[in-house]
């Protein structure tokens, strides 16, 4: 992130840093690393996948990876599953190539579907995270993410999170969306991407609304499936499971946030914006001068 250098942990450590955690007592870790498998050392990836395996410990792990890579490299994600891959972040961002290539994200739509198969198949929980709302994203293109994450529900994707595109403080975005004007608020609670803090070329509570509801809608219809599909009593469908009895359990407060809650909070966005608007740029503009940033 901060320079050119890449440095990887040996097979043998990392082996041994998973013995530690086991002997802690857990049974699950997250490996929080955006490069864990990459085309450039999927080797090295094996030959970690062949050690875990031999060992005979049963461990579960979640991983960050590209859906490139499980569409060009099936076999080696078979491997990671029988040696415990359980679950896997992936990094979608939209639904249409025009925005991916603005992203500069190197995948396409039809290759992410062909990923979440591979991973589906080898009984691999896949979560996809999305950001929208981005200046240069119209409103067709935003449609076409939120229709793309439905059609990637049906390919085996688990589950979604709809992130807004979010400027923040110290970035080169945050000064180029201040110079151009673009800054809704400066309201540091909001800055979470969770909620637009920026104007975009879809209205913000509408953006907001639409996010969560797609979100929404998303986890509803997974739902109906996993309670009209038997659990083939393996680990994906253990995890399924539990997944299903959380939503149902919890499926009333749901749909209270879904048709209340949320079309409140979209009006007060609505309101604080309004309110807001002409104070915003001059209080950011004086903190780029503070920073020596103008």
Known sequence: MWGHCW??????RIVKELQLIKALGYNWVFIVDDNFLVPVNLKERELLFNELRSNGDKFNFISQIRADVAAKHPDIIGSAANS?????FLGMES???DVLKRMRKGTSVATSVEGI??????GILTH??????????????????????DQLRMAGLDSVQFSIYTPLPGTNAFSKAVKDNSLLTLDWNLYDCLHPVMRSQTKPHWLYFKSNTAAALFFLKKWISGRSTQPLGNDYSKLVRNATRFISKNLMEYLKDLLVILPLNSLKLWLIFRKAENAVSRDALEILRQKGSL
């Open 7 to 12: 440095r990887f942990k040996s097979v043998k």
């Open 117 to 122: 198969k591979v991973l589906h198949k080898n």
């Open 84 to 88: 415990g891959l359980r679950i896997v």
């Open 128 to 149: 996809g995270g999305f950001v929208v709302g981005a200046p240069y994203e119209s409103k067709s293109q935003l449609n076409s993410t939120f229709e793309y994450a």
């Open 95 to 97: 639904g249409n190539d």
